[in-house]
């Protein structure tokens, strides 16, 4: 019973829409139509069987009376389904169509008439018992007929029953579905059966050719007219290879069409321009509410204020005073503008304008990348050791070779060796004038301490060391009496004293030694008298002494400026001579200037030679603290100023990648300074830790910072007296 | 709602009435001593309401209704429960029985004052004020104890307000003793649950360790470890740089003005060890056990270390100078530390020179590596010194080697500053296990559980404490950082598995339990720097210092 409504029987539809179109209005007139509507009846299958039916009729007569007309459906139809089939297929119609599409074709293949009698008039079979004949030649008997009454009262119940039809040919009742009810009353109206048929296309002249009307020639179409041209392949070929090889760029941002600002004055465009751009005049500012003719009370100042402007400058003074007038007929002339307008000439002539640039920089990018001071532990931090018995300022520390004693020495004239375990102080030399530095001999088997006091180095018997030790030292510190007869012929630079009291020697000087630096063997120590230039010239302001020979010897180059200190490097025979401005490199066994360390520092204060010997710190008394790398160059490699005073002293630690400065604002600063053994690589230089605690004592803060040999801790000497180890 | 203990005091009011008695209904606020300084705060309500019964000796809750309700309630109490005043100098007891849920612990503390009056105080922990109910909650416990008969409690379990800390738990635990003894004396006590101690009230104590508090709470109570005493100071003429408690007859200590020390008890010096040229850093005693002579070895800063020797049974008042027996010479620095193996055949030396030297310590002396040096000493008799060298030497620590303990028999710990923490095979001289600890360490002791649990303190405030069973891992176990400067002694308790001291350069000791992270005690008597402390006969903690004085702590009870 399938309905054929394949689309592309379109023209068939149309057909069939046409003959629809006149038996509309006979539709239900009866049976007698349904002969004449061959065609029909094969298309829709059993439509027209149905119409005769009594069930059908009756429903179509009464319940949807628009079936008959030809405006039904808005008409009042107050059948639900019927309401909803239209809103479909007004609404989404393609869906169900496709559905039916394919049960109707798949339902075509599969279920061939069962009765064969072929396109007879079925009255032929009216009085048989059977209604024809299947495929096999069986005869298909008629159904037992249901009595009307029966059949009625069957329908009466069943709601569904006016969409049951009749099929005569093949004597069996079939529903229809919704969509083919919708088509039946589609082809009821008039309307082609399918929703999606459009029976007015636009019309394609598929034979159409562009001189039609005049042919020049009446020959046909040549065939070029539909080859591709080999100009156009090879065009084609050209632009795929030039799509290959990305010159032609799909991807290219839009270029957006560039509006300026037809009013803008221009003063905040950041545009770089390379002529004199305007930049407009500042804009005169715009009356406000007490300069109307009546302000409110609160603009009008009291006679205090008014007073209180006397006394003002003449700059600050308000340069208008806000009064009320009744109406604006009572406001007089302004008095000054003549003036205002004439300095508003002058300011737009005469003012200068500068455009101000402004760079947007995050202020972090422009710190250096340094490392976590995490991962540079250990290093000290935190003092939990003092060493407290002097009675003034410690001018100066320093550690015994293993870093189980201290020494220091003070402006009380005491030195003093401390345990650094316990804080105890093992033993104290008073002096007797200030001690302005000591230096332990850097063998540990030879603890022999030297101390600069006023014009004498003092060379100190610290009793540590077992009878061994002892005797050699006993050995050492004895002066005979030769060398000095010896040197009598010339002006001795110094002399050996033996002195019994400290049990010691004393190296008497000309000046004021300032500081002693004892040579790596402990044999040499090197002192600095740190007098006016006149005598640095004259070659004797560093001297060197021999302990063994108990001999001294200038050193024979000419020091341009006042000494400063003097270090012998670590590992060679090599001096360094800091004077104020400058670090002189002296090879000692050429005896040649090796290097000039030009520091660019106004005072230095003190110098320390990193223990491979290519590294040198230089703190000044302006604070800063430079770093050289001697085989980089003879300027600093880094300059940090970090203490607000003077730098007092720098230190490096012996085997570990620390380095110190203390200053007089009373801290100490702890770096890491790492030296690469790549030659390639610069040092790395990181601030670790700022260790506060001593007191400033008559402006002097820290006086002295040495590191322990082993450990990662600092000894610092304080004006306040007293030592601190920080420790890790 | 305020938990207090609601003290009711019977006194005689003297100047209310004659001969009648009146009760005072005062609360406690939680955690408050109730001995000590009690700040007693008077609820006014009840205290005019329970003046009014000032004849009335039988505590009835009837007497008790006041303007608070709910006080009476909680107070239900047997009516047969009877203060008897009848004069006599006995005491009597108030017989309160508490509910069957124990919501009240009532207690009766009796005190006797000075004139024979009698004071009752019943204290019991109850709401007071129904306006704050139930902001702190009540916890079931029982309080267990491994302490004996004295110090029991009844066994049954009983409520206690779960804000407590362990002051107030100390408080209950005294008056439910109290209740039972008369003649108690108030004693604190320190109370463990699941192994912790409580350190904080019990409320955060639970929700810390997600402890339920819904069925009963088991606390282990035992004598707090603190000091009861302080002992008169023997004072020494210089730092006292080392001691020595392990033998409960005396003590050892080693002072700067290189004489060493023997102390019966405090301030009694029998012996005085003479000899040696410089500050003595280390002391042991070699043979603790052994009945007839003591030998003693000193480790000094001139290099060598000394053995002396004395008998027990020569008793002396005055203190007599020894000289040392044997001088044992092989160390090129200041020696550090030396300790004793368990037989007292060896002695081990860690020094400056990065060494640890093993040295015999008997008497014999064998050919070849002996010398036998005769000294007159004053026309007296001669004395007989040997000077030997060292059996064997360790080497391998790269700095000073600070301390060493000798454990076992075949054991030597040493640490460093060069921040190692090392053991030693003695028969082969193998490092059985080194292990870096960060920091140069200055003192070491082996104990806690199982004996092999080491700690270890240094250049930094902390104790740590290794175990090195645990393979590895080289963080210790335990971090004590109360300390404010260097530690310069730690020492375990020889027979608790928990306990330890430490000393440190800011003047304190410290009393530890692995229990807990805070410390037990802090013995704060020394003015200067502890440079060595020591348990003594268990109970006392021997502590030198750079005041130059001996300080005992004594009357700790650890368990």
């Known amino acids: 019973m399938k309905l054929k409504l394949d689309s592309e029987s379109s023209q068939k539809a149309c057909k069939l829409q046409k003959k629809h179109g006149k038996k509309k209005s006979h539709v239900n007139e009866s049976d007698a139509l349904l002969e004449k509507q061959n065609n029909v009846e094969q298309h829709l299958g059993q439509e027209a069987p149905t119409l005769d039916e009594a069930p059908l009729q009756q ?335 410690v001018m100066s520390i320093s550690t015994e070779a293993n870093g189980q004693w201290i020494a220091s020495g003070s402006l009380d004239g005491t030195v003093r060796i401390w345990e650094v375990e316990t804080g105890r102080c093992l033993k104290v030399w008073e002096l007797g004038e200030a001690v302005k530095y000591v230096a332990w001999n850097p063998r540990p088997d030879l603890p022999i301490l030297a101390a600069a006091v006023g014009v004498d180095v003092l060379l100190l018997n610290t009793g540590l060391g077992d009878g061994e030790v002892q005797a050699k030292i006993k050995e050492i510190l004895h002066v005979g009496t030769l060398p000095g007869t010896e040197n009598s012929d010339k002006t001795p630079v110094a002399t050996w004293l033996q002195d019994d009291k400290i049990e010691g020697i004393r190296l008497r000087h000309f000046k004021t030694v300032s500081a002693v630096e004892w040579h790596r063997k402990g044999d040499y120590l090197s002192t600095v008298m740190p007098a006016d230039i006149l005598f640095s010239f004259v070659l004797k302001a560093i001297l060197i002494h021999q302990l063994s020979t ?23 025979s090599i001096l360094f001579v800091s004077t104020k401005k400058d670090v002189r490199v002296y090879n000692l066994l050429k005896q040649k200037l090796i290097k000039k360390l030009k520091t660019g520092l106004r005072e230095v204060s003190s110098i320390a030679v990193h223990p491979a010997g290519d590294n040198v710190i230089v703190g000044s008394r302006e604070g800063k603290l430079c770093w050289f790398d001697m085989d980089l160059s003879s300027q600093p490699y880094k300059i940090l100023s970090c203490h607000p005073k003077d730098i007092t002293n720098v230190a490096f630690h012996r085997s570990r990648p620390l380095f110190a400065s203390c200053s007089d604002d009373g801290t100490a600063y702890v770096f890491h300074g790492m030296v690469y053994s790549d030659l390639t690589q610069n040092p790395l230089i990181t601030p670790l830790e700022i260790l506060r605690g001593h007191k400033n004592v008559n402006g002097r803060g820290v006086m002295d910072c040495k590191f322990h040999p082993m450990q990662p801790w600092l000894f610092t000497a304080g004006a306040d007296s007293v030592i601190k180890l920080y420790c890790h | 709602m305020k938990t207090g203990v609601l003290t009711i005091i019977k006194e005689k009011r003297k100047e209310a009435s004659k001969e009648g008695t009146s009760w005072v209904l005062k609360t406690l606020k939680d955690g408050e001593h109730i001995k000590g300084n009690p700040p007693i705060e008077d609820m006014k309500g009840e ?10 000796t039988t505590f009835t809750p009837a007497a008790h209704r006041t303007s608070d309700g709910t006080c009476a309630q909680q107070l239900r109490c047997d009516p047969d429960a009877k203060l008897t005043n009848d004069g006599s100098d006995q005491p009597t007891f108030i017989s309160l029985n508490t509910e069957a849920t124990c919501s009240v612990v009532a207690v009766t503390q009796l005190r006797r004052t000075s004139g024979g009056n009698p004071i009752y105080s019943i204290q019991a922990a109850m709401d007071i004020d129904a306006d704050f109910e139930e902001t702190s909650r009540r916890i079931q416990v029982r309080f267990i104890t491994k302490l004996n008969a004295p110090f029991r409690v009844p066994a049954n379990a009983i409520a206690i307000p779960s804000n407590l800390t362990r002051l107030g738990l100390s408080t209950v635990v005294n008056n439910l003793l109290s209740a039972g003894n008369p003649e108690w004396e108030e004693e604190p006590f320190d109370f463990l649950i699941d192994g912790e101690l409580v350190r904080m009230s019990l409320e955060k104590f639970l929700l810390a360790k997600g402890i339920s508090a819904e069925k009963t709470l088991e606390i282990e109570y035992f004598k707090a470890v603190a000091p009861r005493r302080e002992e008169e100071p023997s004072v020494h003429d210089d730092w006292v740089s080392a001691v020595d408690g392990s033998c409960p007859g005396f003590i050892l200590t080693g002072c700067y003005d290189g004489l060493g020390r023997v102390w019966e008890s405090a301030g009694l010096c029998t012996r005085i060890l003479e000899g040696h040229s410089d500050a003595i850093s280390s002391v042991c005693i070699v043979n603790p056990e052994e009945a007839t002579n003591v030998i003693l070895a000193t480790a000094s800063k001139d290099r060598t270390l000394r053995l002396w020797k004395y008998s027990k049974d020569d008793r002396v008042s005055n203190p007599t100078k020894i000289r040392p027996f044997k001088i044992l010479k092989g160390h090129k620095l200041s020696v550090q530390s030396v300790a004793s193996q368990k037989s ?136 004590f950082s109360s300390h404010t400067s260097w530690v310069s002694a730690c020492k375990w308790h020889d027979k608790s598995w928990f306990h330890l001291l430490s000393a440190s350069y800011d003047g304190k000791v410290m009393l530890w339990d692995l229990r807990t992270a805070w410390p037990l005690a802090v013995i704060d008597s020394h003015k200067e720097k502890v440079l060595s402390a020591d348990w003594w006969k268990d109970d006392n903690v021997v502590s030198g210092g750079a005041d130059s004085k001996l300080r005992i702590s004594s009357g700790i009870y650890v368990s």
């Not at chain 1, 455009?355 to 250096?368: F, Y």
């Not at chain 1, 108990?550 to 060679?572: A, C, D």
Request: aromatic letters at 10%; a negative charge.
């Open chain 1, 59 to 393: 429903h179509l007569d009464s319940a949807p009376p628009s079936d008959c007309n030809e405006d039904h459906v808005e008409a009042g139809d107050n059948h639900g389904n019927l309401e909803n089939d239209d809103d479909q297929e007004n609404g989404s119609d393609n869906p169900i169509l496709d559905q039916v599409d394919e049960e109707s074709d798949s339902s075509e293949d599969e279920v061939a008439p069962r009765n064969t009698i072929g396109d007879v008039p079925l009255e032929w079979y009216r009085d048989e018992k059977h209604i024809g004949y299947d495929i096999s030649g069986k005869k298909i008997l008629k159904k037992e007929r249901e009595d009307k009454v029966q059949s009625f009262l069957a329908s009466a119940d069943d709601s569904k029953s006016w969409r049951k039809v009749y099929d005569e040919y093949n004597d069996e009742i079939i529903e229809l579905s919704k969509e083919e009810v919708r088509q039946l009353r589609r082809l009821l109206k008039g309307k082609a059966p399918h929703a999606d048929f459009d029976p007015y296309p636009s019309y394609v002249d598929w034979f159409e050719w562009e001189d039609a009307k005049h042919p020049l020639s009446n020959a046909p179409e040549p065939k070029r007219r539909f080859i591709r041209s080999k100009w156009e392949a090879k065009k084609v070929v050209q632009l795929v290879r030039a799509i290959r090889n990305g010159h032609i760029n799909f991807d290219k941002p839009k270029e957006e069409q560039h509006f300026y600002h037809l009013w803008d004055d221009y003063s905040s465009s950041t545009e770089k321009t390379t002529h004199l751009s305007y930049i407009p005049a500042p804009k005169p500012k715009l009356p406000g509410h007490d300069e109307s003719y009546n302000p409110s009370l609160e603009y009008i100042p009291t006679q205090e204020e008014i007073n209180s402007y006397q006394l003002m400058y003449e700059e600050d003074r308000p340069k208008f005073i806000p009064r009320r007038f009744t109406s604006m007929r009572s406001v007089p002339a302004y008095d000054n503008a003549l003036k205002d307008a004439f300095e508003r000439c002058l300011d737009l002539y005469l003012c200068p304008r500068v455009r101000k640039k402004r760079i947007n920089i995050d202020p972090e990018s422009l710190k250096p990348k340094l490392p976590n001071r995490k991962d540079l532990k250990p290093y000290p931090t935190t003092c939990y050791l003092e060493y407290r018995g002097h009675k003034d300022a």
């Open chain 1, 550 to 572: 108990k001999l001294t010897q200038k050193i024979p180059f000419k020091l341009h400026g006042i000494p400063v200190s003097s270090v012998f490097h670590p590992t060679q």
């Open chain 2, 47 to 56: 205290e005019t309401e329970q003046r009014s019964h000032e004849t009335d």
């Open chain 2, 344 to 479: 007292g055949h060896l002695i081990c030396s860690g020094s400056w020179d990065y060494t640890i030297k093993l040295w015999r310590t008997d008497e014999h002396h064998f050919e070849g590596d002996v010398s036998i040096k005769k000294r007159k000493k004053n026309d007296q008799a001669e004395e007989s010194q040997l000077e030997e060298d060292s059996v064997a030497t360790l080497v391998g620590h790269s700095q000073s080697v600070s301390s060493v303990a000798w454990p076992k028999h075949e054991e030597i710990y040493s640490v460093s500053w060069d921040h190692s923490v090392r053991s030693w095979d003695v028969e082969t001289g193998n490092v059985l296990f080194n292990h870096l600890s960060g920091k140069a360490l200055n003192c070491l002791d082996i104990g806690g559980e199982g004996s092999s649990l080491i700690a270890a303190g240094g250049s930094d405030p902390i104790v740590r404490i290794w175990d090195p069973r645990k393979p590895g891992t080289s963080s210790p176990i335990f971090q």
